[in-house]
């Protein structure tokens, strides 16, 4: 499956390269380093869809984290689950930014699967 680079910078765009999880903005001397982050995997065995409702902008650590199934975000409430120093927050969520509460539910479901 192909990516839609443009969609990935719309999002980052959204949130400034900042991430939804811990709110750091990393800069570099390239400029800000931050990732359009899919919620449910892109292609095979996922096949999530390459969309901004099933994208995150995350730091390269949370994004890491998320995929690695070390914390997940409720579906409900997007609140941050497991992931020691931030348990229990909310994730910032830009008013023009629609997340699929389908999407975190199958992260969710990943997440109940590995423990």
Same mark, same amino acid.
């Given at each position: 499956m192909k990516r839609d680079v443009k969609l990935s910078e719309k999002l980052k765009t959204m949130y400034d390269h900042?991430? !939804?999880?811990?709110?750091?903005?990393?800069?570099s $001397?390239?400029?800000? /380093? @931050?990732?359009?982050?899919?919620?449910? @995997?892109?292609g095979y065995p996922h096949n999530g869809p390459d969309i901004i409702q099933n994208m995150?902008?995350?730091? $390269?650590?949370?994004?890491? !984290?998320?995929?690695?199934?070390?914390?997940y975000i409720d579906p409900k409430q997007f609140l941050i689950?497991?992931?020691?120093?931030?348990h229990g927050q909310r994730i910032y969520v830009h008013e023009n930014?629609? /997340?699929?509460?389908?999407?975190?539910?199958?992260?969710?479901?990943?997440y109940k699967k590995s423990y």
């Open positions: 900042t991430c !939804q999880v811990c709110g750091v903005k990393l800069d $001397p390239f400029g800000p /380093i @931050a990732i359009g982050a899919h919620i449910k @995997a892109l995150l902008c995350l730091c $390269p650590n949370h994004h890491e !984290q998320f995929d690695a199934l070390t914390y689950k497991n992931l020691i120093d931030l930014h629609k /997340i699929s509460t389908e999407f975190l539910d199958c992260h969710l479901l990943q």
